[in-house]
């Protein structure tokens, strides 16, 4: 099993970046997929987060309005926009799969670093 993150970066503030997470090992159409962040000496929090086939999401009141979570399941890969990004937005970003119900399963990407200068 596999998650690589990419598209992290050094960006200012009110810039965009886009990060992908490829997923391989496993079906990927049967996971929830969500994003997470975790800035230093700060607990990781969740982001947003992607139905399996892409009918729901959910975000964090911190990134309404600014961020898009996405999937493509033909590609095992899930997305997030980020727009009107803030200094505050910085951290490592970690993308997740998981799988509820009977034989629960929960996989964690190595993480991509997001820095948003002032």
């Known amino acids: 099993v596999q998650l690589v993150e990419s598209g992290g970066g050094l960006v200012q503030s009110g810039g965009s970046l886009r990060l992908s997470c490829a997923a391989s090992?496993?079906?990927?159409?049967?996971?929830?997929m969500s994003w997470y962040r975790q800035a230093p000496g700060e607990e990781r929090e969740l982001v947003a987060t992607?139905?399996?086939?892409?009918?729901?999401?959910n975000y964090a009141d911190s990134v309404k309005g600014r961020f898009t979570i996405s999937r493509d399941n033909a590609k095992n890969t899930v997305y997030l926009q980020m727009n009107s990004l803030k200094p505050e937005d910085t951290a490592v970003y970690y993308c997740?799969?998981?799988?509820?119900?009977?034989?629960?399963?929960?996989?964690w990407g190595q993480g991509t670093q997001v820095t948003v200068s002032s």
């Open positions: 992607i139905s399996n086939v892409g009918r729901n999401t």
């Open positions: 090992g496993f079906t990927f159409s049967s996971y929830v």
């Open positions: 997740n799969a998981r799988r509820y119900g009977l034989g629960y399963k929960d996989y």
